[in-house]
């Protein structure tokens, strides 16, 4: 598998454009890798053949769908277990609300990105899911007021 060390600056020309527009067409993307077009489709395919480039993906508008609220939602789990730890992942696989889930140090076992159409949502999110759930011990909410950075953009900078 590629890594970062291993990309060039083509690789790193691709990477950054795909991730501005990743409907970019092979001649735009070579267009802004300064490569051929055949050059540029040979790294792509290779950029994805060896999980550089996981997808392509549309970016919704979460306003425009209906989903209005942001919540970072920490969990501390009723047990430290193995089989209790995956009871845990197997409800969040089960989630659709559930953008992120990150296993922690520290004080709290995860911390969950979730998005909600409103108060109510949330509240029936936690209330009947996630209290309910023997595996879960505690859990502390917090709606985010406003988003200042949100992208999934990675750092790449050429060498």
């Given at each position: 598998?590629?890594?970062l060390?291993?990309?060039?600056?083509?690789?790193?020309?691709?990477?950054?454009?795909?991730?501005?527009?990743?409907?970019?067409?092979?001649?735009?993307?070579?267009?802004?890798?300064?490569?051929?077009?055949?050059?540029?489709?040979?790294r792509?395919?290779?950029?994805?053949?060896?999980?550089?480039?996981?997808?392509?993906?549309?970016?919704?508008?979460?306003?425009?769908?209906?989903?209005?609220?942001?919540?970072?939602?920490?969990?501390?789990?009723s047990?430290?277990?193995?089989?209790n730890?995956?009871?845990?992942?197997?409800?969040?696989?089960?989630?659709?609300?559930?953008?992120?889930?990150?296993?922690?140090?520290?004080?709290?076992?995860?911390?969950?990105?979730?998005?909600?159409?409103?108060?109510?949502?949330?509240?029936?999110?936690?209330?009947?899911?996630?209290?309910?759930?023997?595996?879960?011990?505690?859990?502390?909410?917090?709606?985010?007021?406003?988003?200042?950075?949100?992208?999934?953009?990675?750092?790449l900078?050429?060498?």
């Amino acid at each position: 598998m590629a890594d970062l060390e291993h990309l060039d600056n083509f690789d790193t020309r691709i990477l950054q454009a795909l991730q501005a527009d990743g409907r970019l067409g092979n001649a735009e993307l070579a267009q802004h890798a300064k490569l051929s077009a055949s050059q540029c489709s040979r790294r792509r395919q290779h950029l994805e053949s060896s999980g550089v480039i996981n997808g392509y993906h549309a970016c919704l508008s979460r306003e425009k769908t209906g989903f209005s609220l942001i919540n970072f939602i920490t969990v501390t789990l009723s047990r430290h277990n193995r089989d209790n730890a995956l009871r845990f992942a197997t409800l969040i696989a089960d989630m659709p609300e559930v953008l992120e889930a990150h296993a922690l140090t520290g004080e709290m076992d995860y911390i969950l990105k979730v998005v909600t159409r409103d108060l109510a949502g949330l509240s029936a999110l936690v209330n009947n899911q996630l209290l309910q759930h023997e595996s879960i011990q505690n859990v502390k909410t917090s709606v985010v007021l406003n988003t200042i950075k949100e992208t999934t953009a990675l750092p790449l900078h050429s060498k």
